[in-house]
């Protein structure tokens, strides 16, 4: 079964970096030709989408909120996808999720638009 693991989250003043990672699992047909994007959710909000990488050529997209200081990557060799967030803002605060869309599909920004999720790691960035 797939399974995405998270990690990397914490607590940063304004102005700090993390960099979360998602390890990718349990695919019955290939981690490749396929969406990874990261979400976040904060209390009493809706999920909403941050970055995506499609794992093929690794083509890149993001959020309006989070462009210039948040990149996405990965290391295909090793099913993993990647977060780095810089210029934290305490705006930032929220549960970052990891998702998988099925295979073929293209990169899309709602959540319904993805198959797998991670089960989140917490990201808290203090003013």
């Known amino acids: 079964q797939v399974q995405l693991v998270e990690s990397g989250g914490g607590s940063v003043q304004a102005g700090g970096s993390l960099r979360l990672s998602c390890a990718a699992s349990?695919?019955?047909?290939?981690?490749?030709?396929?969406?990874m994007g990261w979400f976040r959710q904060a209390p009493g909000k809706e999920r909403n989408w941050v970055a995506s990488i499609y794992t093929n050529g690794g083509s890149t997209t993001y959020g309006d909120s989070v462009k210039g200081r948040f990149t996405i990557s990965q290391d295909a060799a090793k099913n993993t996808v990647y977060l780095q967030m810089n210029s934290l803002l305490p705006e930032d605060t929220a549960m970052y999720y990891c998702a998988a869309s099925s295979v073929g599909s293209y990169c899309y920004t709602r959540p319904q638009s993805f198959r797998y999720w991670g089960q989140g790691t917490q990201v808290t960035v203090s003013s």
């Open positions: 349990g695919f019955s047909d290939t981690y490749s030709r396929r969406c």
